[in-house]
């Protein structure tokens, strides 16, 4: 199994960059439920150490202490890829996140995904997780711009954002930071979708997350679409169609 590690983190962090922010999203490819994308940052390189008007790095020592003693943490070697995770193991790490991640959070429902498509949608929860983000404790206290990247799972940068991007195949698997976002995502998505199934219990949301499973597409065929269906999706079309 593939674990994730703080590599990357630490290469940038000592080219300089002070806060590194790995994003992730889940839900691009249920039939039903919103796309739930999450921003991370550290907290443990959010505070570098400055006077006023010098661009001093923060202390080397005690991150290289922190990565050294992470590294051989039960609870941080649980964040790996989300979905090699079991639903229980994804909510027991979920608070330790929280805890040493600063954390935002962006959502688009079905009807916004239906309105201009899941690849748009996917984007616009991420630039919303941004923005949640920096409504966290992001600030050193320094003087001037920060220097900052972004970390993003797959293969395509956010479009039209000024930020500095690296986008990483594969990057919930290898990179530390995404790895967070992508069970924070992850969870706050299957949460939302407990829900529904409160409310639409005839489709068992509370088991498929709204993927298409046989036993969703079979509910799907039986009761027609419900108010969170993804229209746009060919399957949902095919029942509103049929019905």
């Known amino acids: ?73 039960k ?17 027991e790490i979920y608070n330790f996140i929280l805890e040493n991640f600063n954390v935002g959070v962006g959502i688009c429902d079905h009807e916004t995904i239906d309105r201009i498509n899941i690849l748009e ?30 970390l993003l799972d797959g293969n395509k940068k956010i479009p039209n954002l000024s930020q500095e991007q690296k986008a990483i195949v594969n990057g919930d698997k290898y990179v530390k930071s ?10 706050t998505r299957d949460r939302m979708m407990r829900q529904m199934h409160e409310k639409y219990p005839q489709y ?5 997350k709204g993927y298409g499973t046989k036993l969703h597409m079979d509910s799907l065929q039986k009761y027609g679409p419900c108010e969170i269906h993804r229209q746009s999706f060919r399957p949902v079309r095919k029942a509103l169609l049929k019905g």
């Open 204 to 208: 068992q949301f509370d088991r498929h």
């Open 121 to 150: 949608a996917s984007f616009l929860a991420m630039k919303k997780a941004l923005a949640d983000l920096e409504r966290s404790d992001l600030k050193p206290a320094k003087v001037g711009p920060l220097k900052k990247i972004i």
């Open 75 to 91: 609870l941080f070697n649980l964040i790996r890829d989300s979905k090699t995770l079991s639903e229980k193991q994804r909510e």
């Open 178 to 187: 995404i790895s967070a976002a992508s069970i924070i995502a992850k969870v």
């Open 1 to 73: 199994m593939i674990k994730s590690d703080f590599s990357l983190e630490k290469r940038l962090f000592s080219e300089g960059y002070e806060i590194i922010i790995g994003i992730d999203e889940a839900g691009r490819g249920p039939l039903a439920g919103p796309v739930v994308a999450c921003a991370t940052s550290l907290k443990a390189t959010c505070h570098p150490e400055r006077s006023e008007g010098s661009h001093a790095k923060a202390s080397t020592t005690n991150l290289e202490g922190f990565f050294a003693d992470a590294q051989n943490d």
